[in-house]
């Protein structure tokens, strides 16, 4: 059974998902020019498995309290359907995700899985935006 304080996080990070993936802002940074990216849907399922590979060294999964996820699998479907939301197709397709962004995303992603707080929750939510991290000109 999950823990209520989890349940919570997890609520409030979906919340905040669609608040800011409402968001517009800009991201003066330079395009990183990579010459081959990789696509979205790679992108998405590494930050999950790294994401997932830090929450099982942290915590382990499990359904014991303070356990969120039960398997590698239940874990990478979570981040990989946050990840999915907060990069859109049309914003982040096409070789638009940042290598340096999408690094610091995943620094910060790999810290909430890690159980993080509320406030590292926020500031992943932050790092990983599209409008941070899907900077670079379609290829």
């Known amino acids: 059974m ?13 919340g905040a998902v669609m608040f800011l993936g409402a968001c517009g802002g800009s991201n003066t940074d330079a395009a990183d020019n990579t010459p081959i990216e990789p696509s979205r849907e790679t ?18 999964y499990g359904t014991g309290s303070g356990q969120t996820y039960a398997s ?17 197709a049309e914003k982040c397709g096409s070789g638009q995700i940042s290598n340096g962004r999408y690094e610091t995303c995943v620094a ?7 159980g993080g707080n509320i406030l590292d929750t926020i500031a992943a939510l932050d790092d990983c935006n599209a409008s941070k991290v899907c900077t670079d000109p379609p290829q």
């Open 72 to 88: 590698e699998a239940e874990c990478e479907a979570d981040f990989t359907s946050k990840a999915g939301t907060l990069w859109p």
């Open 2 to 14: 999950k823990s209520a304080t989890s349940m919570f996080v997890r609520g409030a990070l979906g």
């Open 43 to 60: 992108r998405i399922k590494d930050l999950a498995s790294s994401a997932c590979n830090r929450y099982e060294s942290c915590v382990g």
């Open 108 to 114: 910060s992603a790999e810290k909430v899985a890690c």
